[in-house]
């Protein structure tokens, strides 16, 4: 098989792994152009095969924080990503992680070379950030906790999505801004988990933080997203950044509501509606 026969072949194998793993940014991923789709689609699965670790229902804390920091220090390493030392690490575990999890080298390998070690740098400090909540066993006791839990699991996420924009580009955004946009996805995911976290034994939310404090934290940095996506003039870009805000925002409200999430149809009317006014 050729070089460009295997990059169309991990490119391929990228973007069904990418649909299969997330209903939120697959859709909007597909919309941007050849080099921002390959390079933030593989920036989105290197990033969640290190959540699937943290997020393991089967992995001790202990262990989850060990491999996260060991993880870390590979990614660290200049050069390209030592794979196998990866496989060693994950192999009395493998069985317990799905696909994504197991192939971060692949995914690395998708992304363009100019910018191959920035995806490496970003991944590398969530998975050190993850690691340090795994060994509190996730013990998020106050505000500031909840701000710094929730920079490294999604904040960060929002910065190097600004960095990808500068880079393609040089779109310029507030990196504060960034931070709000990623942490206000993240914690609709909380408030939509609440009850499923507290089976397993684990809280994302601080005890004195009552129900309607929790949505405003929520609603704020949600707010911060729309005024973030203010900077961008790239229509493609634009677009890729409503879609899960807005998908955020409407499962806010039904969580409001009372209910668990968004029905299908109001998934796909909402992205429907996106998509038609930008054109």
Request: charged share 30%.
């Amino acid at each position: 098989m050729s070089t460009v026969q295997t990059e169309k072949q991990q490119q391929k194998e990228a973007m069904k792994m990418l649909k299969d793993t997330s209903r939120t940014f697959y859709i909007p991923i597909t919309m941007l152009n050849p080099e921002l789709k390959k390079t933030v689609a593989s920036a989105y699965l290197c990033m969640r095969a290190i959540d699937e670790i943290e997020d393991s229902p089967v992995l001790a804390s202990e262990t989850k924080a060990l491999l996260l920091k060991e993880t870390e220090k590979l990614l660290e390493s200049p050069g390209p990503f030592a794979q196998k030392e990866y496989d060693a690490l994950l192999a009395p575990v493998a069985k317990d992680l799905p696909e994504v999890a197991l192939r971060l080298g692949d995914w690395l390998d998708t992304c363009p070379a100019g910018y191959t070690d920035k995806v490496k740098a970003f991944t590398a400090e969530m998975a050190g950030g993850m690691s340090k909540w795994a060994s509190k066993n996730w013990n998020v006791e106050t505000v500031e906790d909840l701000d710094d839990y929730t920079y490294y699991v999604a904040g960060l996420v929002g910065v190097m999505l600004s960095d990808i924009w500068e880079w393609h580009n040089g779109t310029k955004t507030d990196r504060d801004l960034a931070v709000g946009y990623g942490r206000g996805l993240q914690m609709v995911n909380i408030l939509r988990n609440v009850e499923e976290d507290r089976e397993r034994g684990v809280s994302f939310l601080p005890d004195s933080m009552s129900t309607d404090e929790a949505f405003d934290y929520a609603q704020k940095n949600l707010d911060d997203g729309l005024e973030y996506m203010k900077d961008i003039d790239t229509k493609s870009i634009l677009l890729f950044c409503r879609i899960p805000l807005a998908l955020a925002r409407k499962t806010l409200n039904a969580l409001r509501d009372g209910r668990e999430k968004m029905s299908r149809a109001e998934v796909e009317d909402t992205v429907a509606q996106i998509t038609s006014d930008s054109k």
